[in-house]
Each structure stands twice: as C-alpha cells, then as structure tokens.
C-alpha cells in the first residue's frame, strides 16, 4: 500500500525540566536535529509559555518536526512528518534521548495518506 508519508510520534518521559523551558536550547537542538536527519529546514518558529512550557515548530521541506513540553512533569511530545522515504524516523529517539536526558522514550510511526490501489480500467 502506498503512503504519501511517515509520522513518528515521541513520547519523551523524565527529561531534565530545565532544559525543557530553554527555548534557545530546544529551537537549536530541534534545527540541528533536522538536519542530522538530512531534512531541508525552511523556517522555524517557538514560543514560551508563561509560567513555562515550549512549543516549536521546524518547518522542514519534506513536512515538520515539532515539540511541546511540560516541565513541571519531565515530559516533551515530539513528532516528525516526513514525505521523504529514506530519513530514518529511529534515530530522532536516539537523537532526543541523548540531548535532553529522558529516561524512558514511547516511539511509533505511522504511514500518512495511505492511498488505495489503483484503479483497472477494464478492457472493452
């Protein structure tokens, strides 16, 4: 079955709380991520919650890569779509896990935009 593209979905347990409302970290960690991943950044945007919390958004050419933290619980959602078949969606919890301390990561993929078959036209 054919899709139009992936989605890995992160669920990020036991993260350093700082690190999850420094939004100068998780904006560069987020573009350097991409492009590990050999994802074409196009624009990035984040924003801080008050009295914390970050949301961010790397707009890359082959869809997005996002985040939302929780400080106060250690916890981060982070998702990666891509219409791209060869970034290797595993290595962003290898990636994540490394960089902001989580002791333990919920990792699935999804396909996107599974399209039927094709349709036989049949021969008259």
Same mark, same amino acid.
């Given at each position: 079955? =054919?899709?139009? @593209? /992936?989605?890995?979905? +992160?669920?990020?347990?036991?993260?350093? *709380? !700082? +690190?999850?409302?420094?939004?100068?970290?998780?904006?560069?960690?987020?573009?350097?991520? %991409? $492009?590990?991943?050999?994802?074409? $950044?196009?624009? !990035? $945007?984040?924003?801080?919650?008050? *009295?914390?919390?970050?949301? @961010? $958004?790397?707009v890359i050419a082959?869809?997005?890569?996002?985040?939302?933290?929780? &400080?106060?619980?250690?916890?981060? %959602?982070?998702?990666?779509?891509?219409?791209?078949?060869?970034? !290797?969606?595993? #290595?962003? %919890? !290898?990636?994540?896990?490394? /960089?902001?301390?989580?002791?333990?990561?919920?990792? #699935?993929?999804?396909?996107?935009?599974?399209? *039927? &078959?094709?349709? =036989?036209?049949?021969?008259?």
């Amino acid at each position: 079955m =054919q899709s139009l @593209g /992936r989605h890995a979905l +992160l669920d990020l347990h036991g993260c350093d *709380p !700082e +690190l999850l409302k420094d939004t100068r970290f998780l904006q560069d960690l987020f573009k350097q991520t %991409a $492009v590990d991943l050999s994802c074409t $950044v196009i624009e !990035e $945007v984040f924003h801080t919650f008050s *009295p914390y919390g970050v949301s @961010g $958004v790397v707009v890359i050419a082959e869809s997005h890569l996002a985040i939302h933290t929780w &400080p106060e619980h250690g916890y981060a %959602a982070v998702d990666l779509f891509t219409c791209n078949e060869t970034t !290797e969606l595993a #290595r962003l %919890a !290898e990636i994540l896990k490394q /960089r902001m301390g989580a002791s333990e990561i919920r990792y #699935r993929e999804e396909a996107r935009g599974v399209l *039927p &078959p094709p349709r =036989q036209i049949a021969a008259v």
